[in-house]
């Protein structure tokens, strides 16, 4: 069955990095734009980063640009996020979501069951 | 960016009655509006996309409706499984943005 699944979270302190890596199985990972997305504790859904089939096309929020870099290896099935000079306010579950895109349409699902990461010193 | 203003934030109503949750988008986004369930503890599930078209599997008492900046989610008879948050997310241009969620409880 279609599967994504998130890994690397965890605990660092503020300034640090993480990297996330999402583990995709059940379809052929390299036909399908990937996205990350995050909910800090109790809160609503905030869109992170998007990439294209090839990675040719990347997209950022401004909340976290030119702190985290977007990645995919599509040999390995995997999408990646490098997060850098982490802050407090990163604090979130991160959620990786395939995006069905059609003309006129696009969409995300499935979505992994997500990775928490706290940023805290 | 495209803001998405969600009502209401919550909401409470028992089974079997209708209820509808809107989403405006501060711009026209046509119908790049999908709408989303999130149980506690659990990652969202897409219920509708292209603002209308019910995804497969979900129960039909799910409905999309609207274009440009107005849309409605509508469980036409609300059931003790649908406690849960419900989102919805612009996909028009490449800065996605969601609602603010709608949280509603089954009296």
């Known amino acids: 069955q279609v599967q994504l699944v998130e890994s690397g979270g965890g605990l660092v302190k503020p300034g640090g990095s993480l990297r996330l890596s999402c583990a995709a199985s059940?379809?052929?990972?390299?036909?399908?734009?990937m996205n990350w997305i995050r909910q800090a504790p109790g809160k609503g859904l905030e869109w992170v980063s998007y990439?294209?089939?090839?990675?040719?096309?990347?997209y950022y929020a401004d909340s976290v640009k030119g702190r985290f870099t977007i990645s995919r290896d599509n040999a390995k099935n995997s999408l990646y996020l490098q997060m850098n000079s982490l802050r407090a306010e990163d604090t979130a579950i991160y959620y990786c979501?395939?995006?069905?895109?059609?003309?006129?349409?696009?969409?995300?699902?499935?979505w992994g069951q997500g990775t928490l990461v706290t940023v805290s010193s | 960016d495209i803001q998405m203003t969600q009502s209401p934030s919550s909401l409470s109503a028992s089974v079997g009655d209708r209820v509808t949750i809107t989403c405006r988008a501060s711009?026209?986004?046509?119908?790049?509006l999908n709408w989303y369930q999130q149980k506690p503890g659990k990652a969202p599930k897409v219920l509708i996309y292209?603002?209308?078209s019910l995804q497969s599997g979900v129960p039909s008492r799910f409905s999309g409706s609207g274009s440009g900046t107005d849309f409605t989610l509508t469980i036409s008879s609300l059931q003790p499984e649908d406690s849960a948050t419900y989102f919805c997310?612009?996909?028009?241009?490449?800065?996605?943005?969601f609602g603010q969620g709608t949280n509603l409880e089954i009296k």
């Open positions: 711009q026209s986004i046509t119908t790049y």
């Open positions: 292209a603002a209308s």
């Open positions: 997310l612009q996909t028009y241009n490449n800065r996605y943005t």
């Open positions: 990439i294209s089939t090839t990675g040719a096309t990347i």
């Open positions: 059940g379809f052929t990972f390299s036909d399908y734009y």
């Open positions: 979501a395939r995006e069905t895109h059609t003309t006129g349409r696009n969409w995300f699902d499935p």
